[in-house]
């Protein structure tokens, strides 16, 4: 069964540090590119970060550009998303998905609050 | 960056009904557009992908028309079970963006 799970989420304080993790299953995850897609509560999708099926490519929303890094360790077959800087504008669901957009994890919720 | 404007916001239908959704984009961007479902708890779902094609599994109910900045979501009979809110996405450039979202509700 194709898969993706996240974890790492959490309570954080403003200006805090956290890394995220979705581990995938039942695909040959080094073939796919992978993106991070958050959902603050109560309103629609954003796009956050994509990385290309090696890891030499990352592009990222301006709102996290320089605060977040994406990675990938294909031999773990897993992404990581490594949230420096929180701000309470982060809170937020979030998922991973593969480079389609067609798998989606269940969501890892993040809340940045003092 | 694209923008994409999805209307309508929020739609009251009842089970039958056929329902439009449109996403317009700022800029062009070919067919390089996807919708998904999501209902309340749940990952999104993706139902067309390529602005027209059919994901796998997903009721010929819906169809996707479109290209370069004006698309449709179009689901010819509602079912109880379509009641959920609907995303565009285009994928064109970076940065990717999605619709502000459209409720479908009875």
């Known amino acids: 069964e194709v898969q993706l799970v996240e974890s790492g989420g959490g309570l954080v304080k403003p200006g805090g540090s956290l890394r995220l993790s979705c581990a995938a299953s039942?695909?040959?995850?080094?073939?796919?590119?992978m993106n991070w897609v958050r959902q603050a509560p109560g309103t629609g999708l954003e796009w956050v970060s994509s990385?290309?099926?090696?890891?030499?490519?990352?592009d990222y929303a301006d709102s996290v550009r320089g605060r977040f890094t994406s990675s990938r360790d294909n031999a773990k077959n897993s992404l990581y998303l490594q949230m420096n800087s929180l701000r309470a504008e982060d809170t937020a669901l979030y998922y991973c998905?593969?480079?389609?957009?067609?798998?989606w994890g269940q969501g890892t919720m993040v809340t940045v609050s003092s | 960056d694209i923008q994409m404007t999805q209307s309508p916001s929020s739609l009251s239908a009842s089970v039958g009904d056929r329902v439009t959704i449109t996403c317009r984009a700022s800029q062009g961007v070919s067919v390089d557009l996807r919708w998904y479902q999501q209902k309340p708890g749940k990952a999104p779902k993706r139902l067309i992908y390529?602005?027209?094609s059919l994901q796998i599994g997903v009721p010929s109910r819906f169809s996707g028309s479109g290209s370069g900045t004006e698309f449709t979501l179009t689901i010819s009979s509602l079912q109880p079970e379509d009641f959920a809110t609907y995303y565009c996405l285009q994928h064109n450039s970076y940065p990717y963006t999605f619709g502000q979202g459209t409720k479908l509700e009875i």
């Open positions: 390529a602005a027209s």
């Open positions: 990385i290309n099926s090696h890891g030499t490519y990352k």
């Open positions: 039942g695909f040959t995850f080094s073939n796919y590119g």
């Open positions: 998905a593969t480079g389609g957009f067609d798998i």
